[in-house]
DNA sequence: CCGATTGGTTCGCTAGATGAACCAATGGTT
DNA sequence: AACCATTGGTTCATCTAGCGAACCAATCGG
């Protein structure tokens, strides 16, 4: 069977497909929303959003409220969610060595790998504290801010270039959006092993991200935790990335031995 | 706008759509799967489904691991059930009562609620023992055994009828398959508010199940503890049913106040 | 009381999805 | 090593199924 040539994936999409995952996606951001407000925000034609509806709805993935006529996500889109908890790896091999790095640190731990072009958060712990960074998980930002830095340091060139190359969302003052400071900023991850966030995504926020990296160097995802800046003083800092660091080593150490299992 | 006349759902599904999803949803309960297989399980033709696959993995729904060509769940389907796990109410405001249940009896909780003619777990809750039940989260079965009886008991008697006129599966010899014997069941549920269910799922297992009402009098689902037989003893049965019982209350009432808000 | 907007429905047209047939590559069997 | 069944992927003429414009009745805000 054919090995390398790449299978075009693009050009056998089906259309009616992409708009229902489209606006299946719509509704996962923005609950709620009536049939006009989903067609405003989807570009598609009204009668197709109706019907795009009448199919998810039908199969339970989402449902519309009785009476209001809105439209929110269904049991159905649970039920897959979990099912990806479970097939995906990483998700799934994370999750105690998440667990553990959030008890002994006691702050709010992110995974979070590239999607496209942005960061995605797969998995999640929270403290049990009044006080806390929320986990988020399955929130999705631009990578080049915050831990995200993390997994765009060790991309390919090509990709890190087109993406500085493009216009850079400030979410504060400190997001660094200027392309020649970030490429300083990359190459430092990549020679240190770590980055450490002060307020680039919100004021007050300090992260520590190490990488996790697969067998064949490239990077998989990116460990992280993040805590208000009062609770991170300058001498326990050292400490934390060290935790973080070995953290991330051992996810690496476990990815690859269920990669060759035996 | 026309309130009651009952919007005809069926007639305006998207084929190409409801396919889609159905590969989706055979992802998810089947992963690992090439083309072939996942052809001849959802008994469309071949080219049908590759294109189909080609627009959940071109939406990251799903992916396809590189050379075995293989199909598993993806990135967007984590994001789209972490979305579906805030926005469904029961799921997001039963999460600190279950655990509360959880942690002061010891054992496996589950929150179950109607999908279709089935009972599927929509949160849960494990505890740290070597030997305990598995939440199964997002998992789907048919009602007339274990909790899923108590789903059934409170259905309306239509339903419940019509799905005692179909034949029904026996998990463990110990299910009751017998229709009249299955309607005493029901009614005693009814009257007595709860149910014990012994090894008529897998043997060895008992479980606990107490009704979520809505303020309209209607089941909404159910919740319960699960434990292997030998921890549950004839004399400790009586407390861990109110315990179960008081939690299902608790989140009666929490519910009713959420959808009156204010 | 009115105009704007909502969710839902109809219908004729044609773009676009469809399935049968095909291909090359692979792997197990003899 | 020659075989055959099976795999993932691709093509193309056919015709159906999805399409959007237009429409409807029910609300809402003012």
Redesign the interface.
Known sequence: ?R?SPPKE??K???D???A???V??LI??A?DLGLSEITRRSGQSKARV???L????????ISSTA?K?TY??????????????R??DI?RIAGPIIAKLGSSTGETVQLR?R??RNS?C?AGWEPERAVKVLAG????RPMHAGSGVVLLAFQDEAFRETLLSEPLKAFTERTCVDPDRLRQVLANVRSQGFYVSHGEVSPDLISISAPVMGPDGKIIATIHIGAPTGRVSESLLPTLVETVRSAARELSALLAASRNPG
Do not use: K
Not at 72 to 85: K, M, S, T, Y
Not at 137 to 140: D, H, L, R
């Open positions: 069977m090995a994936i693009e056998y999409r089906v009616a497909v992409d229902a995952l489209g299946l996606q996962a951001e609950p109706y019907r795009l009448c199919s998810l709805e039908a199969s339970n993935f009476e006529r929110r996500l269904g049991l159905a889109a649970l039920a897959i969610g979990n099912a990806a908890e097939q995906i998700a790998v999607d496209g995605l797969v998980i399955g929130g999705s």
